[in-house]
């Protein structure tokens, strides 16, 4: 299921998720409300990454998350047709009882519903007013705007894109309107999504391989190592990658020659890049060798592996670690930050006094965080972590207790479960760790 966040005021997030009710379960939707829309950006700064997608309400929302985080593949909105203003032009019409000459427009600047309406329309008004405004505009100040033009008698009524403004011109008796988004559009915009997340759930579930190619020349060079040196070192190195390839949820093999494959899902292996690209760095500062790694994707376990060992070759032509070509045959450009070692925590001298307190390792304490983060959990209990951490749940739970008495997570609930015992302890890490 694929979390979609709705953002807006609570009259339009009530009637989207009234919209949303006649769609499939594939999506869950949560609102995620605001009084003004300048709120946006804290709801995404704190929300990002709990969500699969975002819907807002209307541009204006839209506009501010744009503006606090760039990357918009996880954003849709539902966009200003000519229906919308039609309407709330008619509702003008109808609720004044009387001729209107001239109208108040405000409309956010990155829209130009106002102009494409009008140019269709022939009604006779000898003004129409149209004010322009950035996305952080606060409405309050559209308020007064259109007030002072009210009072002024250079305008008879107001269509307004805030519903806020609309509330309190009427207060002032006022004729207004707000310029709503339709219920079609609105549907429109639902299918997008989810289309988008099938097509996004067939490419996590593609065939994935992962081929990992160890350097064995090194062993020629090195003609007195004992024979029981290098095969500890194999086994060594073996141990660590059928570790990643637990990480993958993948099935390991070796074979042969210091080459080893693992067959998973595309979703599971970008999971996990950036761990990949951490265990070939600490294999080959541990054991002096080169290590490069191709990664193919494709609709079948043939496609995939040939895929795997096109970016194996380029790997070595190129002379990088890790390479990724996806089923159509071409390399995937994987940028930075999704290839890094772990964030490492030295400059932080208050976390570190914490973990020093309550003897919590700094290794401990990224890994947890990694997993967390990797696995977008907003809440975990000690057996999710015991399996990933591949440790006793007893284990973890005394881990568990030490970051809680360290005060890095806290307690939120219980989980409850089906068959007789009792229930899990429910904990989320503290925002500030995150």
Same mark, same amino acid.
């Given at each position: 299921?694929?979390?979609? =966040?709705?953002?807006?005021?609570?009259?339009?997030?009530?009637?989207? $998720?009234?919209?949303?009710?006649?769609?499939?379960?594939?999506?869950?939707?949560?609102?995620?409300?605001?009084? #003004?829309? @300048?709120?946006?950006?804290?709801?995404?700064?704190?929300?990002?990454?709990?969500?699969?997608?975002?819907?807002?309400?209307?541009?204006?929302?839209?506009?501010?998350?744009?503006? !606090?985080?760039?990357? @918009?593949?996880?954003?849709?909105?539902?966009?200003?047709?000519?229906?919308?203003?039609?309407?709330?032009?008619?509702? $003008? $019409?109808?609720?004044?009882?009387?001729?209107?000459?001239?109208?108040?427009?405000? %409309?956010?600047? !990155?829209?130009?519903?106002?102009?494409?309406? *009008?140019?269709?329309?022939?009604?006779?008004?000898?003004?129409?007013?149209?004010? /322009?405004?950035?996305?952080? @505009?606060?409405?309050?100040?559209?308020?007064?705007?259109?007030?002072?033009?009210?009072?002024?008698?250079?305008?008879?009524?107001? *269509? #307004?894109?805030?519903?806020?403004?609309?509330?309190?011109?009427?207060?002032?008796?006022?004729?207004?309107?707000?310029?709503?988004?339709?219920?079609?559009? @609105?549907?429109?915009?639902?299918?997008?999504?989810? +289309?988008?997340?099938?097509?996004?759930?067939?490419?996590? !579930?593609?065939?994935?391989?992962?081929?990992?190619?160890?350097?064995?020349?090194?062993? /020629?060079?090195?003609?007195?190592?004992?024979?029981?040196?290098? +095969?500890?070192?194999?086994?060594?190195?073996?141990?660590?990658?059928?570790? *990643?390839?637990?990480?993958?949820?993948?099935?390991?093999?070796? %074979?042969?020659?210091?080459?080893?494959?693992?067959?998973?899902?595309?979703?599971?292996?970008?999971?996990?890049?950036?761990?990949?690209?951490? !265990?070939?760095?600490?294999?080959?500062?541990?054991?002096?060798?080169?290590?490069?790694?191709?990664? =193919?994707?494709?609709?079948?376990? $043939?496609?995939?592996?040939?895929?795997?060992?096109?970016?194996?070759?380029? #790997?070595?032509?190129?002379?990088?670690?890790?390479?990724?070509?996806?089923?159509?045959?071409?390399?995937?450009?994987?940028?930075? /930050?999704?290839?890094h070692s772990l964030s490492t925590i030295s400059d932080n001298r208050?976390?570190?006094?914490?973990?020093?307190?309550?003897?919590?390792?700094? +290794?401990?304490?990224?890994?947890?965080?990694?997993?967390?983060?990797?696995k977008k959990w907003n809440q975990f209990t000690s057996n999710d972590?015991?399996?990933?951490?591949?440790?006793?749940?007893?284990?973890?739970?005394?881990?568990?207790?030490?970051?809680?008495?360290?005060?890095?997570?806290?307690?939120? =609930?219980?989980?409850?479960?089906?068959?007789?015992?009792?229930?899990?302890?429910?904990?989320?890490?503290?925002?500030?760790?995150?």
């Open positions: 299921m694929y979390k979609v =966040g709705v953002v807006g005021p609570i009259k339009s997030v009530n009637r989207i $998720l009234e919209v949303a009710k006649e769609f499939s379960n594939d999506l869950s939707f949560t609102p995620l409300i605001y009084h #003004t829309a @300048t709120e946006t950006t804290q709801i995404i700064k704190e929300h990002y990454d709990a969500f699969d997608y975002f819907l807002f309400s209307g541009p204006i929302p839209y506009e501010v998350a744009k503006q !606090t985080i760039k990357d @918009t593949k996880k954003y849709f909105y539902i966009h200003l047709l000519e229906t919308g203003f039609y309407q709330a032009l008619l509702q $003008l $019409l109808e609720s004044t009882k009387s001729k209107i000459n001239c109208l108040s427009i405000d %409309i956010i600047n !990155t829209s130009n519903i106002v102009d494409i309406s *009008l140019d269709q329309l022939k009604i006779p008004m000898k003004e129409m007013i149209v004010k /322009e405004f950035e996305a952080h @505009t606060n409405y309050k100040d559209l308020y007064e705007y259109h007030v002072h033009l009210y009072k002024e008698k250079k305008v008879d009524a107001v *269509l #307004t894109c805030y519903p806020e403004v609309m509330k309190l011109l009427k207060k002032d008796n006022i004729p207004a309107e707000w310029i709503s988004t339709t219920k079609l559009a @609105t549907k429109q915009v639902i299918e997008l999504i989810e +289309q988008r997340s099938q097509i996004s759930y067939f490419k996590r !579930t593609q065939i994935g391989v992962c081929m990992i190619d160890v350097d064995t020349k090194v062993y /020629e060079e090195q003609s007195e190592q004992l024979s029981y040196e290098i +095969q500890f070192a194999t086994l060594k190195m073996n141990e660590e990658l059928l570790t *990643l390839s637990r990480d993958m949820n993948g099935s390991f093999f070796e %074979i042969g020659d210091g080459k080893y494959i693992v067959f998973s899902s595309r979703g599971e292996i970008l999971d996990n890049v950036s761990l990949l690209n951490e !265990t070939i760095i600490r294999l080959k500062k541990s054991w002096k060798r080169e290590i490069i790694a191709g990664i =193919g994707f494709g609709d079948s376990a $043939l496609k995939a592996e040939i895929n795997a060992r096109k970016a194996i070759y380029k #790997t070595e032509v190129e002379n990088k670690e890790i390479i990724i070509i996806d089923n159509l045959g071409e390399v995937i450009d994987v940028s930075i /930050e999704h290839i208050l976390i570190l006094n914490k973990l020093k307190d309550k003897n919590i390792s700094i +290794q401990a304490f990224e890994r947890v965080r990694d997993i967390i983060h990797r972590l015991a399996f990933e951490l591949k440790m006793s749940n007893r284990n973890a739970q005394r881990l568990l207790l030490s970051f809680k008495e360290a005060e890095i997570v806290e307690q939120v =609930g219980e989980e409850k479960i089906a068959k007789k015992g009792r229930p899990r302890k429910l904990y989320k890490i503290k925002k500030e760790y995150r």
